[in-house]
């Protein structure tokens, strides 16, 4: 009985948003930020209750070949294992159900007042300054081209950093100056803005930034397969296309490139990590386990995202019992933690990340349970509503921008913005958008200096 007003309260704020998002369509005739988190919101939180449910011994619990590798809790789908091993009472998914329900409506709110009161202008990075535009991305590629051969020097080869990046990622390998690599990421914003400004020079100054955009896009390339992520590694290879997407007019083109671009996300969601460190061994073999098996593909992505239902209800149980509150005090904390430690021996405070991986290894911390971490469900309350202001606050400076440069921002911003949704740990979301963050920064502290500077020279 419990488990079945789950499936209808989640069903019916899946209704909700649904109806919600073609309202959002119908004013904007665009893809926003709000409706990436609307379809995270329905594959974190409200998708897996109905795998729970009707999957278990079927055989779409079992992963498909080359991606059945045994799991911390099992052999089927993780999903079904952990929730298992969890053994959540009924209820716990009914009340956490109901808690995101009410911080579904607070996300709106906040969404819907910072549209009206807090929205910025839209970025015209076509009207950016090309000089000072193409000296930001070539400072930026220097630093992380001089970053990554200083921490790239540590290993033996090309190949050996390659095979190694897995067993680092994963804290099975030491490595020396790991800041270096995540200074490292500079290098894919530093390729967006040298890429873009290079269409606005001509003769040999194009020529000299198109080059520099093309190092720098080795440098980030480089990095990707040494230490990204599914996820980065879609940003990286999508993003620059999607932005084509976004300015271009024709339909058909469109529907075209969107649908080979799905395929291109089927294929790095449902790729074995291997592939990035060893491609060419392993390229013909992931082929071959995703043409044979497109429906189990899919649902082995969908149940790979849907850890934050189980996360959330979980957090339900440990707090504030085994876990005393935490009053956001991750936030600065995840600050601290980006600065460079030279004495080898932590003594900040254990993050939430350190503590929630202790009971939940592999499992990320979503926004849910940050908020529930923080302050039980009034910080899930709070914590939602400033998202919700924070997307309408993107949407309002990048969905409408004009320029590549701005559309390609928007891109790579919605492949990390919104999946805060599941990854919302303050010092991983930090570490993860680095390099976007600073080019980010780079690009608006121009546009306010040249808005400064037409200002002046109109006379204000």
């Known amino acids: 009985m419990i488990q079945t007003l789950t499936l209808c309260l989640l069903g019916g704020l899946t209704a ?11 004013r904007t005739g665009r893809v926003t930020f709000l409706t990436v988190v609307h379809l995270l919101i329905f594959i974190g939180y409200c998708l897996p209750a109905f795998v729970l449910a009707f999957l278990p011994g079927t055989g779409w619990a079992i992963p498909p070949e080359g991606l059945n590798e045994p799991n911390p809790w099992g052999t089927r789908l993780y999903l079904l294992d952990l929730a298992d091993w ?25 969404y819907a007042v910072a549209t009206r009161h807090a929205a910025p202008t839209p970025l015209a990075s076509d009207r950016l300054p090309p000089r000072a ?29 390659m095979t190694e990046g897995l067993h680092i990622r994963r804290g099975n390998a030491d490595v020396k ?83 080979c671009l799905g395929l291109a996300a089927l294929f ?24 044979s098996a497109v429906a189990e593909n899919v649902l082995f992505i969908l149940a790979y995202l849907g850890f934050p239902h189980l996360s959330s209800a979980h957090t339900l149980t440990v ?19 980006m600065l460079p430690n030279f004495t080898g021996v932590e003594t900040l405070p254990p993050m939430i990340l350190s503590l929630h991986v202790k009971m939940l290894p592999w499992i990320p911390v979503d926004l ?52 805060r949704l599941l990854y919302a740990d ?23 200096w040249a808005a400064w500077r037409r200002d002046r020279s109109n006379g204000f």
């Open 268 to 291: 790095l969601g449902s790729v074995d990590p291997l592939f990035f460190r060893d491609p060419l061994a392993t390229l013909s073999v992931e082929i071959a386990s995703l043409t």
């Open 16 to 26: 909700v948003m649904a109806m919600a998002e073609a309202l959002n369509f119908r």
């Open 133 to 161: 535009l193409a000296a930001s991305g070539l400072v930026l590629g220097t630093v992380a081209a001089l970053g990554l051969a200083v921490y790239s020097s540590q290993f033996d080869d090309l190949h050996h950093m």
């Open 177 to 259: 100056w790991g800041a270096l690599q995540v200074l490292a990421q500079t290098a894919f914003p530093a390729f967006l803005i040298l890429a873009a400004v290079a269409l606005r020079f001509r003769g040999v100054g194009r020529t000299i930034l198109a080059v520099a955009a093309i190092l720098a896009w080795t440098v980030a390339a480089v990095r990707i397969f040494h230490a990204g992520g599914r996820l980065e590694a879609g940003a990286f290879f999508i993003s620059p296309v999607l932005a084509w997407i976004f300015i271009i007019r024709s339909q058909i083109r469109s529907a075209v490139i969107l649908a």
């Open 368 to 419: 849910f349970s940050f908020g529930y971490y923080s302050l039980g469900t009034i910080g899930v309350l709070i914590t939602f509503a400033a998202f919700g202001a924070l997307l309408a606050m993107f949407d309002g400076w990048l969905t409408e921008s004009t320029g590549w440069l701005g559309q390609a921002l928007r891109a790579v911003w919605l492949f990390y913005l919104p999946f």
């Open 319 to 337: 707090v504030p019992g085994e876990i005393p509150f935490r009053y956001f005090f991750d936030i600065p904390l995840g600050l601290a933690y």
């Open 426 to 448: 303050p010092y991983a979301t930090l570490q993860s958008g680095f390099g976007l963050i600073t080019g980010t920064l780079a690009i608006i502290a121009l546009a306010l």
């Open 86 to 110: 969890l053994a959540l009472a009924p209820a716990t998914y009914l009340e956490s159900g109901l808690i995101l329900a009410g911080g579904y409506a607070t996300m709106l709110a906040g």
